[in-house]
């Protein structure tokens, strides 16, 4: 009687097999290479994307030096100030916070008076994209090349009786403003300006 015998694959079809399961492997090894190219796995700098404050802080007005490790404490990005002991002397300091799109940036300004008499304002803003807190009016870039400040490289701005030296750091925005005639002197006045550690 015949027992029916079980089939055996035939080798076309065992080798079909293999080559469609190593097909969707390698499409798969494909797949996965292309999603980590796309789209790499960055560490989030939380300074660097920090978003402006909800709403704002107390305003605080510098009534001596001695003071002044206040305002950098509550500021939350490096400062760009002049080194202790230069020819910068520190003349006045303020902090506020002001509007900007989508909540409030901090503004630190210091004013500093050189030995020759002349005044330069350093201002620090944070965030880094917190454009909308620099003052538009007026300014227009400049033809002549911006200053290395404090080992960034800036962009000039000029208006009828300032000048305007502005970067971007990695947590913030800096800006130094100055008389136009300074001209040859703005190198001297820069130099004594460095970033506080962070």
Not at 65 to 71: Q, Y
Request: hydrophobic share 45%; aromatic share 4%.
């Amino acid at each position: 009687m015949g027992e029916k015998q079980p089939r055996r694959p035939s080798v076309r079809r065992v080798i079909r097999i293999i080559l469609t399961v190593l097909c969707f492997a390698a499409l798969a090894a494909v797949f996965f290479v292309m999603a980590i190219l796309i789209d790499p796995q960055e560490e989030e700098d939380p300074v660097r994307n920090a978003a402006p404050l909800a709403s704002p802080g107390p305003s605080q007005t510098l009534r001596s030096e001695d003071e002044l490790d206040l305002l950098l404490d509550a500021f939350p990005a490096p400062v760009l100030m002049a080194a202790p002991n230069g020819d910068l002397s520190l003349t006045a300091g303020h902090m506020e916070d002001v509007a900007v799109s989508g909540g409030y940036a901090r503004v630190l300004t210091l004013v500093y008076r050189s030995s020759g008499g002349t005044e330069i304002t350093v201002r620090s803003i944070w965030p880094a994209g917190a454009d909308g807190a620099l003052e538009r009016e007026g300014w227009r870039i400049s033809g002549i090349a911006g200053q290395s400040v404090a080992g960034m490289e800036s962009i000039r701005l000029e208006k009828a009786d300032r000048l305007r030296l502005q970067c971007r750091g990695t947590a913030a925005l800096y800006t130094v403003e100055t008389d136009p005639a300074a001209g040859d002197a703005l190198a001297a006045l820069l130099r004594p300006l460095q970033l506080t550690a962070e």
